[in-house]
């Protein structure tokens, strides 16, 4: 019996190794693939084109220029605020006398200029003989207006409502009874300034009964005191002494830089105080504030 075992043993061993050394059957090769073209390509972006060109604004100044810490100076400061946020092309004239309003005026329109502005009265005239001859340019005045001309428009303001206020403090704080006013030029603008100054004066003595007096102007009359420019800080001195000498112990120079003769004369007199225009003059001059 055991040799029957051993012999089956031993035919399931043989079998099981022949079987293994059998041919194996073929398998199938994997399918071919066949290469496909690569997709079209869509044709490379055109370059850029130049950027559209800047907007040009300019300014033309009257005897002024960009640092007499009163309007010409903050006009460019409002243009330097464009060129820094709106990225605007700012360029700067300035002029000598009236013989350059014109020209300067047509120079920035030969430039290309997109606006014009004409900052001060005095180019009022100048602006309203160029603006019509380029109706393609803007323009745009300081203390002016025209309002035939469709292309320039000028802003002008009721200052004589803020200088009634001064007038009005002037009277409560003289001790003389007596304050003064000088300006520029004889012209609307700087005229205004004076009438309110008187207005606020008069407003003060009705509600105190008081009869403080102004020196250097005389609104009926619309004449005063006028150093005939705006520059010359030496006329601001000579103004200035005038009115102290007549008992004006506050004074308000509507000239722009010429109130720094003013100034000068209460820094060595030691006694007087100064109403500012178009600016905060106690910060322009820290080393006076004492006397604004």
């Known amino acids: 019996m055991k040799k029957i075992y051993a012999v089956l043993s031993v035919l399931i061993a043989m079998a099981f190794v022949l079987s293994a050394c059998g041919q194996a059957t073929p398998t199938e090769a994997p399918p071919v693939v066949e290469p496909t073209a690569a997709p079209p390509t869509e044709p490379p972006p055109p370059p850029p084109t130049d ?96 309002p035939d001309v469709a292309n320039y428009m000028g802003s002008y303001y009721n200052i004589h409502e803020a200088t009634m206020l001064a007038g009005y403090l002037a009277a409560g704080m003289t001790q003389t009874g007596i304050v003064g006013v000088y300006a520029g030029i004889n012209i609307p603008p700087v005229t205004a300034f004076s009438d309110g100054f008187y207005m606020g004066i008069m407003a003060y003595n009705e509600a105190h009964g008081t009869d403080v007096k102004l020196e250097g102007w005389d609104p009926v009359a619309q004449d005063g005191l006028f150093t005939g420019d705006f520059t010359d800080t030496d006329k601001g001195r000579t103004m200035t002494e005038t009115l102290l000498d007549a008992g004006a112990d506050i004074v308000m120079p509507v000239a722009g830089p010429v109130g720094q003769g003013s100034l000068a004369v209460f820094e060595e007199r030691g006694t007087g105080l100064l109403i500012g225009v178009d600016t905060d003059w106690s910060s322009f001059y820290p080393d006076q504030a004492d006397f604004v």
Do not use: H
Not at 60 to 76: E, I, L
């Open 51 to 146: 950027a559209p060109p800047a907007y040009i604004a300019c300014q033309v100044s009257d005897s002024g220029g960009t640092d007499d810490k009163s309007f010409n100076q903050f006009a460019w400061v409002g243009m330097e605020r464009t060129q820094t946020e709106l990225g605007v092309d700012i360029r700067f004239l300035e002029s000598k006398g009236e013989a350059d309003y014109e020209p300067n005026l047509n120079a920035f329109v030969e430039e290309g200029c997109n606006m014009v502005f004409g900052v001060g009265y005095l180019l009022d005239g100048a602006l309203a003989k160029v603006a019509p001859a380029n109706p393609d340019v803007s323009f745009g005045g300081v203390d002016t207006w025209s």
